[in-house]
């Protein structure tokens, strides 16, 4: 990739010369951050682009998707595909990178499956237990938060669609994007430097200073599901599961009333907590690198960026990921105030 190293020095420094090197890998490394950066920024533009369109329609009296339960869940789901989808090819586009290269969509090898998948999904319900117990905390403090489907009415079509909306499409795009393209195209600089800067980009995506935590420790989960199985397929069906369990959970309520839905709500967390702490117990038991993941960083400059601490440097001082998380930050603020 870089030849300049190899040219005679004639009467130059050695020393000089290394150090010149050195700054032209670390502006390398700061350009494919960047790249990243610019992708996501891409996928903002997208959603904008589609929230501005529906201002413009209902203004020239197209029939607003808000007043539609069923339309506008319909609409978020085909921004979602039309955001995420097109950014990660873009994104592999740019960074010079084959879809195939960086993405693993066949069966997961890992032995112990099953309970990988069961662990996960336990600790989502206790995240989700958590999460709904400080959001309630936050109300009762006088700080409001809206935890419910608003808009949903009884009907099977609703459900239908916000189910597609909530849970389907989002495990597709938002895998395919950042456990997927993402996670794949920054695995070369070690394992978990891919999965904790790429969690932190999904939290950021949440633009929800509320959410923003809680999605950064599912990213982590998530990440580090698809590192150990080989496969994004096992993030994927985890993700579907658990938001297939919070909109189903959140639209129960409707149909058989609050005091049942938060009997069965129960027995269903307490279920799965205990199956997966049995899962943890097995996993743990036969695997004694469960939890470990790999520094390495496979790359032509793999010699000169030594430390963890200069990856993370370097990611954030790159123009991409300022100018995105800059962004996410205001647009975060500027929810927190309108809502």
Not at 76 to 86: N, T, V, W, Y
Not at 123 to 137: A, E
Request: proline share 3%; net charge positive; glycine share 6%.
């Amino acid at each position: 990739m870089f030849s300049g190293r190899n040219k005679t020095l004639n009467n130059k420094n050695p020393y000089d010369f290394d150090k010149m090197y050195l700054a032209e890998q670390k502006s390398s490394l700061r350009n494919n951050f960047s790249k990243i950066g610019f992708s996501l920024l891409l996928s903002i533009v997208i959603l904008y682009l589609i929230s501005y369109g529906i201002v413009i329609g209902t203004a020239v009296g197209i029939e607003n998707p808000q007043n539609s339960f069923a339309l506008s869940n319909l609409v978020s789901a085909m921004a979602s595909i039309l955001a995420f989808i097109p950014a990660g090819f873009f994104c592999c586009a740019i960074s010079k990178e084959k879809i195939s290269s960086v993405i693993s969509f066949s069966r997961a090898k890992k032995e112990g499956l099953a309970f990988i998948l069961i662990a996960s999904f336990a600790f989502f319900m206790l995240s989700n237990y958590l999460t709904n117990l400080f959001l309630g905390n936050m109300d009762l403090i006088g700080i409001p938060v809206n935890q419910s489907s608003s808009g949903f009415e009884k009907s099977w079509l609703n459900l239908s669609v916000y189910i597609l909306s909530v849970a389907v499409v989002p495990a597709l795009t938002e895998e395919f994007l950042f456990r997927g393209v993402l996670l794949g195209i920054l695995r070369k600089y070690g394992e978990s430097f891919a999965v904790i800067t790429s969690a932190l980009l999904f939290g950021l995506m949440h633009h929800n200073f509320v959410q923003l935590p809680f999605a950064f420790v599912g990213g982590l989960v998530f990440g580090y599901i698809t590192i150990y199985t080989g496969s994004i397929v096992p993030a994927m069906i985890v993700h579907f599961a658990n938001n297939l369990f919070s909109c189903v959970f959140s639209a129960l309520p409707k149909y058989i009333g609050n005091t049942y839905s938060e009997i069965i709500y129960g027995i269903v967390v307490v279920a799965a907590l205990l199956l997966g702490i049995y899962s943890v117990y097995r996993l743990s038991k036969n695997d004694e690198k469960l939890l470990r993941f790999s520094k390495r960083t496979s790359t032509p400059y793999s010699g000169l960026i030594q430390t963890e601490k200069e990856k993370y440097r370097y990611f954030f001082q790159s123009f991409g990921i300022i100018a995105f998380t800059v962004l996410l930050l205001a647009i975060s603020i500027s929810d927190s105030f309108l809502s």
